[in-house]
């Protein structure tokens, strides 16, 4: 069997330049952080994140319902918790270009985390053809 | 391009005690108190209200960081003595728990040690704390991508793993494995933890 592609690893790496991010613009609260390092974190975040959907999206015989499934919920749990995040910085009157990066630094969070969880997920269950 | 992303496990004699169908990945009955859990969490913070904003972070930090010791000093260890069904069976009924637990305290934990910090004035940069908060957040921050990249999709894998007809017990011993270490670097880290948080409360 070939290796599977680097997919978790990516998402996961994507997962923690994001998080790197966020530290970086909380330690600056309450006053206005320097957008630069964060923007540029965040950019290369979502590259890995699109490169591990685009991989994900190549894979034959995967357990797709499963990884559909686990997505669903995992996404719902995970965009309560950006969500509660976002009003943090909401409520401590983050506005302007960082709350918008904060913004995009949540919706990777929200999907990277229930990719890596919904692909393990899946990884490790039959095919939907061989199942029984 | 690669034929498949699936890992096809020899099926060992593994069958846990409790069926299939009595596997819950996520313990429904437990939703309602998370819910209440978050809604106060948000009250919390939209009032800026000390005393609820003290005791979320005290209460949560506490029983995240004593279970995260716990399991990961204590738990884990006597785990990877057991054999795949002993191990199957007790994590057929400790797994579920967890996964509605963890992020509940963890949500409540920070959610409100944030808002904290920034209404004590922790957070403004000639505070003596501001350092050790920034240093938390980094000790947090490696337990986060430990905790959801790593930990979390191995739970609810072995979880899902039992809900099947046939579990697969050298899938379940993989991920098993895959949990005691990373629990035990968790709750080492968390000794970091209780270190920077004393140091904040004594300053």
Known sequence: ?132 | MTDVGNVQAGTVEAAPDASPSQVQVVPLRGLPIVAAVVVFVIVSIAGNWLWALTFCHVVGGALWTAIDLFVGLIVGPILSRLSVPARAEFTARFMPKMVLLMPTLVLMTLAAGFQLALREGNLAPGNPNHAWLIVSYCVVGVMAVIALGVLEPANITVLVEMRKQRPDGEVIALLMRRFVYTSGIIGAMQVATLIIMTRVATQ
């Open chain 1, 1 to 132: 069997m070939r290796r599977p592609y680097p997919i978790a690893q990516l998402t996961v790496c994507s997962l923690a330049l994001v998080v790197i991010g966020g530290i970086l613009m909380a330690s600056y609260v309450p006053r206005q952080p320097p957008l630069t390092a964060p923007t540029a974190l965040t950019a290369v975040s979502a590259a890995l994140a699109l490169t591990s959907v685009f991989l994900l999206s190549r894979l034959k015989q995967f357990a797709w319902p499963r990884f559909f499934l686990a997505f669903r919920w995992a996404l719902l749990a995970y965009v309560i918790s950006a969500g509660m995040i976002g009003f943090a910085f909401v409520r401590d009157h983050t506005r302007g270009a960082p709350l918008a990066l904060v913004a995009v630094m949540l919706v990777i969070f929200a999907l990277d985390v229930p990719v890596v969880i919904a692909f393990t997920v899946a990884r490790y269950s039959s095919p939907p053809h061989s199942a029984s």
